[in-house]
């Protein structure tokens, strides 16, 4: 996981193919005025969804893990706080979860964080597949872009069941 603001995505543009994507529509656009949704920028292989909603408390929100994207949370009004731990050392490796290949998505409800990070407006957090994560908790409500980035999708997951 990497945090880091909005301006400093720059030096990340070259980390992982489709970041320059993202930076030039984080950079061309004013994300706040973006409707809620999802917005193609490379069609499934780079995309934005802007959510704008409650946040819950750290009971109601599990961790969750992704094969297939990279995500990149940017809080554009609001603080949130996201639960991390890394994928290596959780519970359920592959133990009665069902991952959502559609989605991207497996939760990891018998597991939790062991860290927590806390993001306020136009800071980022980048998470790749090995970083198990809890979003959208805190107090309020937040609007927020995730971009997803596809990657190449590990050979061997725990999650293929």
Same mark, same amino acid.
């Given at each position: 996981?990497?945090?880091?603001? !909005?301006?400093?995505?720059?030096?990340?543009?070259?980390? !992982?193919?489709?970041?320059?994507? &993202?930076?030039? %529509?984080?950079?061309?656009? $004013?994300?706040?005025?973006?409707e809620e949704?999802?917005?193609?920028?490379?069609?499934?292989?780079?995309?934005?969804?802007?959510?704008?909603?409650?946040?819950?408390?750290?009971?109601?929100?599990?961790?969750?893990?992704?094969?297939? /994207?990279?995500?990149?949370?940017? &809080?554009?009004?609001? !603080?949130?706080?996201?639960?991390?731990?890394?994928?290596?050392?959780?519970?359920?490796?592959?133990?009665? !979860?069902? /991952?959502?290949?559609?989605?991207?998505?497996? @939760?990891?409800?018998?597991?939790?964080?062991?860290? @927590?990070?806390?993001?306020?407006?136009? $800071?980022?957090?980048?998470? %790749?597949?090995?970083?198990?994560?809890?979003?959208?908790?805190?107090?309020?409500?937040?609007?927020k872009a995730? %971009?997803?980035?596809?990657?190449?999708?590990?050979?061997?997951?725990?999650? $293929?069941?």
């Open positions: 996981m990497i945090l880091d603001s !909005v301006k400093s995505f720059e030096k990340y543009k070259t980390l !992982v193919p489709g970041f320059d994507k &993202v930076y030039e %529509f984080v950079r061309k656009g $004013n994300l706040l005025d973006l949704g999802k917005h193609e920028i490379d069609g499934k292989n780079v995309y934005c969804t802007i959510f704008n909603g409650p946040l819950k408390g750290y009971e109601d929100a599990p961790l969750e893990v992704h094969d297939s /994207y990279i995500d990149i949370h940017v &809080v554009l009004e609001g !603080v949130e706080t996201i639960g991390i731990k890394d994928r290596a050392l959780c519970n359920e490796h592959g133990l009665n !979860v069902k /991952y959502k290949e559609e989605d991207d998505i497996a @939760f990891l409800s018998d597991d939790e964080p062991e860290n @927590f990070v806390s993001l306020g407006a136009n $800071n980022l957090a980048i998470i %790749f597949p090995a970083d198990a994560h809890a979003p959208l908790i805190g107090e309020g409500s937040v609007k995730v %971009f997803k980035v596809m990657v190449e999708r590990p050979k061997e997951s725990f999650l $293929n069941n």
